[in-house]
């Protein structure tokens, strides 16, 4: 009996201290996600009145590497509080059916949206511009995808690559090689 107890105390302690909220929709939630009535053009301007930049964030119940970034790279302060400073971020999931309005006025549930911009991975991280030009759908408009899980400085690094505009043509850098280094000056941070 007590190496069954000592057995079921050290598993606890294995256990995250803490653990991603789960919805009732099965997806993972985090304080900085906002509840919108899923009309683009109206998330994009609220997300501009407050300075941010607009994130549609693409889930499905069950993901695996929805779950590992809900629980190893979210929480971590850096990326968590970049986040909330810096984006306004729309859950939507893969299979949905709640009803979303495309920046061309398409009206149609998640997962007509999320089939029509090609969405194959979750997690994907769909960055938005401030502006979108009427005729341009979500996939067309977006400036950046991130499909599937990434380490918490791989998404730190995407995230200020978006924010500071670095995917911009005439003044930009490309994300490998704003990623590499980033890398080299964090490296060179340690030692």
């Not at 190496?3 to 598993?11: K, V």
């Not at 997806?27 to 930049?53: S, V």
């Not at 995917?167 to 890398?183: K, L, W």
Request: proline share 4%.
């Amino acid at each position: 009996m007590k190496h069954w107890i000592t057995t079921l105390a050290a598993a606890l302690l294995a256990l995250p201290a803490w653990a991603a909220e789960m919805g009732d929709d099965g997806l993972h939630k985090a304080a900085w996600m906002r509840e919108t009535f899923l009309d683009l053009r109206e998330d994009l301007e609220e997300a501009n009145a407050e300075g941010k930049r607009l994130l549609l964030m693409v889930e499905q119940r069950g993901c695996l590497y929805c779950k590992k970034m809900h629980e190893d790279v979210f929480p971590v302060p850096a990326v968590a509080d970049y986040i909330s400073e810096n984006y306004f971020v729309v859950q939507l999931n893969l299979h949905g059916d709640r009803e979303i309005v495309d920046f061309d006025g398409e009206a149609m549930a998640e997962k007509a949206a999320t089939r029509k911009w090609g969405i194959l991975f979750t997690p994907s991280l769909i960055f938005l511009p401030e502006e979108v030009p009427e005729d341009e759908s979500t996939a067309q408009a977006q400036v950046a995808l991130q499909p599937g899980a990434f380490s918490a400085s791989t998404t730190l690094d995407m995230l200020t690559w978006v924010n500071e505009k670095r995917y911009d043509v005439e003044n930009g850098e490309d994300f490998q090689r704003y990623h590499a280094r980033r890398i080299q000056e964090r490296a060179a941070e340690k030692q």
